[in-house]
């Protein structure tokens, strides 16, 4: 629920996932930030619990991952050190903004509750067409929320493709009833 109004959402993580997602430095981490901030965008930093980090569910719902680089012997950081790497970061490069950095669009960037809903019809959507086995799922989801999510849609263009799932899901049921 904490994520639901954002607009830009980016994780911290140590390690690598089997399916890798866009992974920023802290200094791209902290362009996004500001780059999002002049657009007006609401951002969410996740940083993960000290003992375990953040979990793959949590990681997939982040438009990019961060990560900190530290010696070969600590691969992590602690919560308190992370945290203030980052926000060093975004405080240098706010300082280091000269120029206007809001970017003018046509429609709002989609929240994480609206992109979240998308998701959740997809899904049901690729299940109703057997085209997504919910006993088997592989990677299909995980791959596809990689795909949308580095797109970053904007409030229309989720819109426009929840439209085209609902049609999806007529013309579905239609041929089923025939």
Known sequence: KALNDSHLIIGTSARNRRIPWPNLS??????QVVKSFGTG???????????MG????????CHFHVNIPTGVAYSSLNLGMAVQVICYEIFQAMAD???DVSV?????????SSIELFFSHLE??????DFLDPENPRQLMTRLRRLFNR????????????GFLNKINQLNKKQKLS
């Open 54 to 61: 953040l979990t793959n569910d949590e990681l997939q719902k």
């Open 26 to 31: 802290p200094k791209e981490c902290a362009k």
């Open 41 to 51: 965008e609401t951002v969410s930093l996740v940083f993960g619990r000290e003992s």
């Open 124 to 129: 049901s959507t690729l299940i109703d067409l």
């Open 97 to 99: 903004t000269d120029q």
């Open 151 to 162: 797109v970053r849609m904007d409030q229309m263009e989720v819109n426009i493709l929840r």
């Open 104 to 112: 003018e669009w046509d429609m709002p960037k989609a929240t994480a």
